[in-house]
């Protein structure tokens, strides 16, 4: 069948008319897919937005009247459902619709209004477990699904935590098995099992989605891959995640869905949804003891780039003990003059001497750019390397050398660890986009097979960084030791393994060296057993380790041991992208108790000139270490202190996790070239930016304590969100023009949320007014090139900020709101030697996935009720939040009352059971002036602490909608009362006309607003 043009072109608006919507959906609320930095962008990625302007436009053009009659429709739904629950429930008075998710139908949060009844869900705490509360969430969402708008078999578990008594249940709505983008529905209890609120942002209407892809999850990673210039992944990978997801897309008031396969790619910065019927790219996102003893401690700066450098005990790192007398593996320690046998050389991969040109004339003109080859290896004179005689070529496949099969038999004692010597150079385009991405690059890598070569895992590669191993320190040999610990690639089956050393893809902008390799081993290293998850050794608090006299299963201890160390931990990992990762190691122990301090208390200083240098030693040890600079050592330390400190308030807390999976952030310190930002992304790794040094520039991020703060609190605080996908209306949002690419940008309160909580913490780290640092004023010290600060969240200098008067644009911005607020009340509480009561209360009332200030300030209040429960600092909360116009949401007002006469209207209503309202606002308007969910016409006026009004001057014979609200003492509206409609009259003619009509918009703490323009 023919397709018309005109139908082809309409099909080609429709499919990239996705790119708009979901762009300013996903990249402004997806925060599980969303890359947080320090800076402000200057602009953010995007694509075609032409359809989605035409399809707003299309929209708004159906005229006020109807889209006024959709609204209406929408209401009265919402009304009736509301009823039918409080007929269920059998206590009108019980229950209180907080507020409205409009998008949805659903009602966002419902709280207690009165207290539980005596009794009630006892029999759940007393005999029962959690698995209660889920099948009584379950229960109740079945029972009340005209008002949740789905039943039980469109709901999935994703959490039940505990903190401080209350209990939280959530669940994410799924059609089909397939989660659904934005769903949330969560229940709070209190510590006797008795429901306290409960919420929803589920979708309905789902039901002719057609749920069957037409491509799979390897065609959307190569259309993906293609999409950004690289060699496509036939699989996930360890740094890879996917998922098909059900995207709910608004236009104006109307809700459309679409399957996408949702694809996390390697490098953690870029989220992509890609349509899985149609193959479109739709958009892409944004988004880290008795035996063997001894110290590790290194060099810190304390607070600022310029500070005298403290040596301090670097905790929680990881320490291996190896068995260097039985080596799993152990290749080219000695020169042969035949290739080691049965190795597999691809390409210009090759053994022998290397043997680097005198003439570098030819190498330049073909592009050659580092390092030359070396001119010996490690040990002797032989290596294998690629191309021993020069560089490697541009767009070049991926070529390998590849090991004979490994034979190995995993123990419960020990873990192989993967050592060798490498001399590499790799380049890569010095272009980059503002979050650092390389526009180009040239990869090496170090890979694992556990199954004969079918499926190989990557060790190690360079991503997107440049490597020139003998440029890294000077007077140093350039041969640079590796360390792996390879386990994680094995299973409990295997009887063999294979490595391979990849050189390529490369690009077509330069050529360095390549690999050269020597000294390959694979040692035992001893399993802690009280180390489930890693089965490793580390250091305690203050940087001491200690290893037992025994070796499970022999029963001699190993003569010949290894101990060694990077800087990698349990909670973090540390990488420096313009030069070594710091390394330690002692060689050659024969001693089970070895205690030498001249070996086992290391200190890693980054000023110590021979920090590269094995001293020599009778007893032939040797010791290998080296650190490059202050950057690693302070990202090491400053994130373990402040995780150190969130443990000690918070036992519960177990460091960083994202969608159940423990385990290090991996933190890059001189990220990119001159890169002026720090960022963190949800694949659970912070980039710091080596800064560009100029006037109105910024210095080395990774040299401030505040700025490690901040960016590793966006980690702990997306922790508390990894549970869910972001809801579709997480409060106030705004809509702006990007000034760069003139595209739409959105902006939420849940984006102000977290870099609110980023500087909170950076500053309550910092703050230190005895040695006269003031913690409150972020990005200080010298960083900002020319400028005293970055942003100050101390009210005592500027004028504090108001909710919403304030809120704009810029997420950065306002977050200040936010965080003024929490140090102002920090600040009260310090005033009485109490400080660390509010940084107990902020970070746990982030257990609640709060999305609006008012909602945060909600679970504040709750944590200090049942953590203190100290009515004063109670008020004292509410009074600096209500300070910055957060507040929590006053009852609406019932059962208003009109009555008419001329030309005015008397309107009476019931105050609530609310003992905040100081006072009421009555609206009105013409019915003619029609109200939008963009703009309400209604005139404002204030009653006072009364509950009656009465409006005068209005014109006979003209229909008037009018509505209250209460307002508390901070200027916070609570929802509409009921609508109530009047036409005044002149008594000599007609009667007057009065009706009700019941109204649910929403108060001004969740305002519904994902809308273009």
Not at 270 to 285: E, K, M, N, P, T
Not at 611 to 632: G, H, K, Q, T
Not at 815 to 841: F, H, N, T, Y
Request: proline fraction near 6%; include cysteine; charge should be negative.
């Amino acid at each position: 069948m023919m397709i018309s043009e005109r139908r082809r072109r309409r099909w080609w608006q429709s499919a990239a008319g996705l790119l708009l919507l979901l762009s300013v959906i996903l990249a402004n609320l997806g925060l599980a897919g969303t890359v947080l930095a320090f800076l402000p962008p200057s602009e953010q990625p995007g694509g075609n937005y032409t359809y989605f302007v035409q399809r707003s436009r299309e929209k708004r053009a159906r005229g006020k009247r109807e889209q006024a009659a959709a609204k209406e429709t929408a209401r009265e739904l919402r009304r009736q459902n509301w009823q039918r629950f409080i007929r269920r429930q059998g206590n009108s008075g019980a229950w209180q619709v907080s507020s409205w998710n409009t998008i949805t139908g659903t009602p966002h949060r419902v709280s207690r209004i009165t207290p539980p009844s005596f009794g009630e869900g006892v029999w759940r705490r007393l005999f029962g477990s959690e698995d209660e509360l889920i099948d009584y969430a379950t229960r109740f969402v079945e029972e009340n699904k005209d008002l949740f708008r789905l039943g039980e078999s469109e709901i999935q578990l994703v959490r039940v935590a505990e903190q401080s008594g209350i209990f939280y249940v959530d669940f994410q709505q799924v059609y089909q098995n397939i989660p659904v983008y934005g769903s949330r529905i969560w229940f709070q209890f209190d510590d006797s099992y008795r429901l306290l609120s409960f919420g929803a942002d589920s979708y309905p209407g789902i039901e002719e989605l057609e749920t069957r892809p037409l491509i799979d999850e390897i065609k959307a990673r190569q259309i993906v891959s293609e999409h950004l210039g690289t060699s496509s992944p036939a699989e996930s990978d360890g740094e890879s995640q996917s998922e098909l997801v059900i995207l709910p897309a608004r236009f104006e008031d109307d809700l459309e869905y679409f399957l996408v396969w949702m694809l996390d790619m390697p490098g953690g910065i870029w989220r992509y949804f890609v349509d899985a019927r149609s193959g479109q790219i739709i958009s892409r996102l944004r988004r880290s003891r008795a035996g063997i003893s001894g110290t590790i401690r290194g060099k810190v700066l304390p607070q600022f780039y310029n500070d005298s450098p403290a040596e301090v005990g670097l905790p929680d790192l990881y320490v291996y003990l190896m068995n260097k007398n039985e080596p799993i593996f152990q290749a080219l320690f000695e020169d042969s003059n035949t290739p080691p046998a049965n190795w597999k050389a691809q390409g210009l991969w090759g053994y022998g001497q290397p043997t680097p040109p005198a003439d570098l004339s030819g190498l330049m003109a073909s592009g050659h750019g580092g390092p030359l080859d070396p001119d010996r290896g490690h040990t002797g004179q032989k290596v294998f390397g690629y191309n021993l005689a020069g560089d490697y070529t541009n767009l070049m496949r991926p070529t390998y050398l590849t090991t004979p099969p490994i034979s190995f038999t995993p123990s419960s004692g020990s873990k192989p660890i993967l050592r060798f010597w490498r001399w590499l150079g790799v380049y890569k385009e010095y272009s980059e986009d503002d979050s650092g991405n390389r526009t180009s690059f040239d990869r090496a890598s170090v890979e694992i097979s556990a199954n004969r070569g079918i499926t190989w895992d990557t060790v190690w590669s360079n991503a997107t960084s440049q490597i020139e191993d003998p440029f890294y320190l000077e007077g140093s040999s350039g041969w640079n030791l590796q360390l792996f610990d390879v386990s994680p690639f094995i299973n409990d089956s295997s009887q063999e393994i294979r490595l391979r050393w990849g050189m390529g893809p490369t690009d077509s902008s330069g050529i360095f060296s390549g690999w050269n390799i020597d000294d390959i081993d694979i040692l035992e290293s001893l399993i802690n057993p009280n180390d489930t998850v890693r089965g490793n050794f580390k250091t305690d608090a203050s940087g001491n380790f200690q290893f037992p006299a025994t070796w499970p299963g022999k029963n001699v201890f190993p003569n010949k041991l290894v101990i060694a160390a990077k800087l990698a931990g349990k909670y973090v990992e540390v990488y420096n992208e313009d030069s070594w990762d710091a390394v330690w190691v002692v060689e050659n122990i024969n001693d089970p108790n070895f205690q030498d301090p001249n070996y086992t208390y290391f200190i890693w200083d980054p000023e110590n000139p021979n920090n590269a240098i094995a001293p020599a030693d009778p007893d032939s040890l040797s010791v290998y270490f080296r650190i490059s600079s202050y950057n690693e050592l302070n990202v090491y330390y400053h994130i373990n202190r402040m995780l150190r400190y969130i443990k000690e308030i918070d036992s519960k807390y177990d460091g960083m996790w994202r969608g159940g999976k423990k385990g290090p952030i991996k933190a890059v310190v001189k990220w990119g070239d001159y890169y002026t930002n720090a960022f963190w992304t949800p694949e659970n790794r912070i980039y710091f930016g080596e800064g560009d040094g100029k006037v109105d520039g910024y210095r080395d991020f990774s040299l401030f304590a505040d700025i490690i703060y901040h960016e590793y609190t966006h980690a702990i605080t997306e922790s508390f969100y990894s549970f869910f996908l972001p809801p579709a209306d997480p409060g106030l949002a705004t809509t702006s023009t990007d000034t760069t690419t003139q595209q739409p940008q959105l902006t939420t309160e849940l984006d102000a949320m977290h870099e609110a909580f980023s500087d909170y913490w950076a500053a309550a780290l910092t703050h230190d007014p005895a040695n006269g640092i003031d913690g409150a004023k972020i990005g200080d010290g010298g960083f900002w090139i020319g400028h005293d600060y970055v942003r100050n969240i101390n009210t005592d200098e500027d004028r504090p900020l108001k909710y919403p008067d304030d809120y704009g644009d810029d997420a950065y911005a306002n977050s200040l709101i936010l965080s003024q607020a929490m140090w102002d009340v920090r600040k009260k509480l310090a005033a009485e030697g109490r400080e660390k009561i509010a940084d107990i209360i902020f970070h746990k009332a982030r257990y609640a996935g709060s999305t609006s200030f008012c909602d945060y300030l909600q679970a504040v209040l709750d944590q200090e009720s049942r953590l203190y429960h100290d009515p004063n600092t109670a008020i004292m909360i509410k009074d600096q939040f209500g300070k910055h116009g957060i507040s929590r949401i006053p009852l609406a007002p019932t059962n208003p009352v009109a009555t008419v006469s001329d030309r005015a209207v008397h309107l009476t209503w019931e105050a609530p059971p609310d003992e905040d309202i100081v006072g009421y606002h009555v609206y009105y308007r013409t019915e003619n002036d029609i109200e939008t969910s963009r703009e309400d016409p209604s005139v404002q006026k204030d009653a006072g602490n009364t509950t009656s009004f009465t409006i005068t001057g209005l014109t006979n014979e003209t229909t008037y909608v009018l509505k209250v609200k209460s307002y508390n003492k901070y200027g916070t509206e609570s929802e509409s009362s009921d609508y109530v409609y009047a036409t005044p009259y002149d008594p000599k003619t007609r009667a007057g006309i009065v009706y009700q009509e019941n109204d649910s918009s929403l108060g001004t703490c969740f305002i519904s607003a994902i809308r273009m323009r």
